[in-house]
């Protein structure tokens, strides 16, 4: 529920009483000390560092009387994780979950002083039989992730807890018949018209006659109204309402890579026979997304390729504040990523509307990863809760797609999965579900096996969502992680609780083993933009084949060292900048058959631009040059082509194979870092994207006669 005129909401947050206590306690006859806590946090963050059990929580407030035919209700925003509620010694009701609002309508409980009691329980789960593999609490990565405090580590794996009243609660004021809820969603989208189906919850007192309108407007023009009324009779209780308006022309929600993010605003008001009024607003945008049988995105009928990450924004979503919101989102536009997956985990809506806003699609996965208990039990709450999810998100147009669940284990895939993906659907037809996320689609070669240049083999086709390295944060994130005397040289159990995989960089990464920390940080940064940049660069040049791809992962959710880009602090790592490259819509692209080579030798690379926009650009020109150790360029070779919408070009300069340059390396060449880099420009010269890479070259004790030249 949100405001609406004659609507009042007041705030209850502030500073709370609490204290811990033992399952068994009454929350209503504690008698030790109580302490304070800010009211909404995460306890582990402010006060009760690693707790997990009962704490129970008390405040006192005053309240004004309803006004009229006024309503109240108690609302929760977000509570972790189950929570039992009492109101001047009145039990309310119990909710289970992370993520969900839920509220209770108060009566007589409320007074004008009046004293709130929450008891809230975030358990422990026991380690070995419930915890990892047996999992109850429906958490996701909150409860169990290797980028978590203490990883899988039995004894550490769930410390860092993210139990509290995180997010906002509120006494909301509003007539006797009132809006509950309204979710909207585009059906038959086209540029030319399209239809807004509308579904809403209205709540009445008794049978009464009323009226509903809906209207609905462009966010960025007022003026451009549209509306439909309806007449009905309402029973006594909730009452389900559909709708449906046509809009002619209607202003269309596109990734910022292929248009503008149009939002508009719906209002449904009501208006009863005895003079009741009440209104609700919601955003939502136009939009169609359809995921064709061979894997192709396409975007209000208009193929899309993905360029992904996967996200965990955070560990305690009650710290996570608006203006930390804007700066991921506006490093991830600067990442030209137009695609998260929010991975394992529902995040605060305020991290939604971002997305909304910034044109990126969204790939939602439930609260569950790998193991969990399986039992009717936790298949009836699991199918509750993501419902919930969708009913939250519903009118998110960023969010595109639902996955159940992630990487799971083979019972909860057999069982738990189709039981999900069931739910999800008949909760919204409107959008595509995945079943689940598997290993199948989670390629990682050059970390957990083999070499990074098994990425030519494009595997996790035609969509891998995760790939990726660990690397280092830089020196000054590190020196904050963790005491000196652990930092170097490396205590690496310490390391290890920092999530640090220590087997996979020594022995499948094949680093070498460090002399200092400074050199370690940059050889795993090196390492890891090595990586990312030589499987980016395979999966887009098979652009058709590869519909799109989710790197792991973006930013790190608490002081650690794991796959992410951006560390803790949001301070870019070296694969930041090669993200960002690699993900440019138009990406010019250096092949080189090696990347080692000695004076004199032909060096044979192709050239190919790749080009995911919407538009064509006739007669581009392409510049090709290099870069000596010194910084001087020679340009190796420029010429034009053209660069349909959406399409992979190789360059062709006859009698060569198309795709095909050359350049002999000048004998008198030094050895060295050298670098080949590629532009492409409009036929105006605009730039369009840019791209490089790099060349060593190293000297031979041989005569010139024993070099080779091909």
């Given at each position: 529920m949100q405001n609406a005129h004659h609507?009042?909401?007041?705030?209850?947050?502030?500073?709370?009483?609490?204290?811990?206590?033992?399952?068994?306690?009454?929350?209503?006859?504690?008698?030790?000390?109580?302490?304070?806590?800010?009211?909404?946090?995460?306890?582990?963050?402010?006060?009760?560092?690693?707790?997990?059990?009962?704490?129970v929580f008390r405040h006192a407030f005053s309240a004004p009387p309803p006004e009229g035919d006024q309503v109240v209700y108690l609302v929760f925003h977000g509570v972790d994780y189950y929570a039992d509620v009492w109101l001047n010694g009145s039990y309310l009701g119990h909710h289970e979950g992370y993520f969900q609002p839920f509220h209770f309508r108060l009566g007589e409980e409320l007074g004008q002083s009046n004293v709130l009691i929450v008891r809230v329980d975030c358990p422990k789960e026991e380690p070995g039989k419930e915890w990892p593999n047996r999992k109850q609490l429906i958490k996701g990565v909150f409860s169990h992730h290797d980028c978590r405090p203490g990883g899988w580590n039995l004894e550490h794996g769930q410390e860092g807890p993210t139990g509290g009243i995180w997010n906002r609660v509120e006494l909301m004021y509003v007539p006797q018949a009132h809006v509950l809820w309204l979710r909207l969603h585009p059906a038959s989208v086209s540029e030319r018209e399209s239809l807004v189906v509308a579904q809403a919850s209205v709540h009445s007192p008794k049978r009464q006659y009323a009226e509903v309108d809906l209207t609905i407007w462009p966010l960025s023009d007022r003026q451009q109204v549209l509306s439909q009324g309806q007449k009905l009779f309402l029973q006594p209780g909730e009452n389900r309402l559909h709708l449906l308006l046509p809009v002619s022309s209607p202003r269309l929600w596109w990734t910022w890579d292929h248009g503008l993010s149009e939002l508009y605003v719906a209002r449904l008001v009501l208006r009863t026979e005895d003079g009741s009024y009440d209104h609700l607003e919601e955003r939502f945008g136009i939009r169609e997304l359809r995921i064709?049988?061979?894997?192709?995105?396409?975007?209000?009928?208009?193929?899309?390729?993905?360029?992904?990450?996967?996200?965990?924004?955070?560990?305690?979503?009650?710290?996570?504040?608006?203006?930390?919101?804007?700066?991921?989102?506006?490093?991830?536009?600067?990442?030209?990523?137009?695609?998260?997956?929010?991975?394992?985990?529902?995040?605060?809506?305020?991290?939604?509307?971002?997305?909304?806003?910034?044109?990126?699609?969204?790939?939602?996965?439930?609260?569950?990863?790998?193991?969990?208990?399986?039992?009717?039990?936790?298949?009836?709450?699991?199918?509750?809760?993501?419902?919930?999810?969708?009913?939250?998100?519903?009118?998110?147009?960023?969010?595109?797609?639902w996955c159940c669940l992630n990487e799971p284990f083979p019972q909860n895939r057999r069982v738990l999965g189709p039981i999900l993906a069931d739910a999800v659907s008949r909760e919204d037809p409107s959008r595509h579900v995945e079943e689940v996320s598997d290993f199948n689609s989670h390629p990682y070669p050059g970390w957990y096996y083999g070499s990074y240049r098994e990425f030519s083999g494009l595997p996790g086709a035609p969509m891998p969502t995760e790939f990726g390295a660990q690397?280092?944060?830089?020196?000054?994130?590190?020196?904050?992680?963790?005491?000196?005397?652990?930092?170097?040289?490396?205590?690496?159990?310490?390391?290890?609780?920092?999530?640090?995989?220590?087997?996979?960089?020594f022995h499948?990464?094949?680093?070498?083993?460090?002399?200092?920390?400074?050199?370690?940080?940059?050889?795993?940064?090196?390492?890891?933009?090595?990586?990312?940049?030589?499987?980016?660069?395979?999966?887009?040049?098979?652009?058709?084949?590869?519909?799109?791809?989710?790197?792991?992962?973006?930013?790190?959710?608490?002081?650690?060292?794991?796959?992410?880009?951006?560390?803790?602090?949001?301070?870019?790592?070296?694969?930041?900048?090669?993200?960002?490259?690699?993900?440019?819509?138009?990406?010019?692209?250096?092949?080189?058959?090696?990347?080692?080579?000695?004076?004199?030798?032909?060096l044979i690379f192709r050239v190919a631009v790749v080009n995911d926009l919407p538009q064509?650009?006739?007669?581009?020109?392409?510049?090709?040059?290099v870069t000596d150790p010194k910084g001087q360029e020679t340009v190796l070779d420029t010429f034009r082509l053209t660069l349909p919408a959406d399409s992979v070009v190789a360059a062709h300069r006859p009698p060569f194979p198309k795709g095909t340059c050359m350049w002999r390396i000048p004998w008198e060449a030094e050895p060295g870092s050298y670098s080949i880099h590629v532009e492409v420009s409009d036929s105006q010269g605009r730039g369009l994207g840019r791209n490089w890479q790099e060349l060593k070259v190293v000297a031979l004790p041989l005569p010139r006669s024993w070099h080779p030249i091909f």
């Open positions: 609507r009042r909401v007041i705030d209850l947050g502030g500073e709370w009483e609490f204290q811990t206590a033992q399952p068994h306690d009454d929350p209503l006859e504690l008698s030790g000390p109580w302490g304070k806590m800010p009211v909404p946090s995460n306890w582990h963050l402010t006060g009760l560092a690693n707790y997990t059990g009962v704490v064709t049988e061979d894997g192709e995105w396409r975007l209000n009928g208009r193929p899309i390729f993905v360029r992904g990450t996967n996200i965990i924004p955070t560990q305690w979503l009650g710290h996570y504040r608006p203006e930390d919101i804007v700066r991921d989102v506006q490093l991830l536009r600067e990442a030209n990523v137009n695609a998260v997956r929010v991975h394992a985990h529902v995040n605060r809506p305020e991290l939604y509307d971002a997305l909304d806003g910034a044109g990126i699609l969204v790939w939602q996965d439930f609260a569950m990863i790998w193991g969990y208990e399986d039992s009717p039990d936790v298949a009836r709450r699991a199918t509750a809760q993501i419902k919930d999810m969708v009913h939250l998100l519903y009118n998110h147009p960023s969010v595109v797609v690397a280092l944060p830089c020196l000054e994130t590190m020196t904050e992680m963790m005491p000196r005397e652990d930092l170097w040289p490396p205590n690496w159990e310490r390391w290890a609780y920092h999530n640090f995989q220590y087997l996979e960089t499948i990464a094949h680093l070498p083993m460090p002399h200092s920390l400074d050199e370690f940080i940059a050889e795993s940064q090196d390492y890891q933009a090595q990586l990312l940049k030589f499987a980016i660069q395979h999966y887009r040049l098979n652009k058709g084949k590869i519909k799109g791809l989710f790197q792991f992962m973006f930013m790190d959710p608490w002081p650690a060292i794991t796959w992410s880009v951006v560390d803790y602090r949001r301070k870019p790592k070296k694969g930041y900048h090669v993200l960002a490259q690699c993900y440019q819509p138009v990406l010019p692209i250096i092949a080189l058959e090696r990347e080692i080579a000695s004076p004199g030798r032909l064509e650009f006739p007669d581009a020109q392409v510049k090709v040059w």
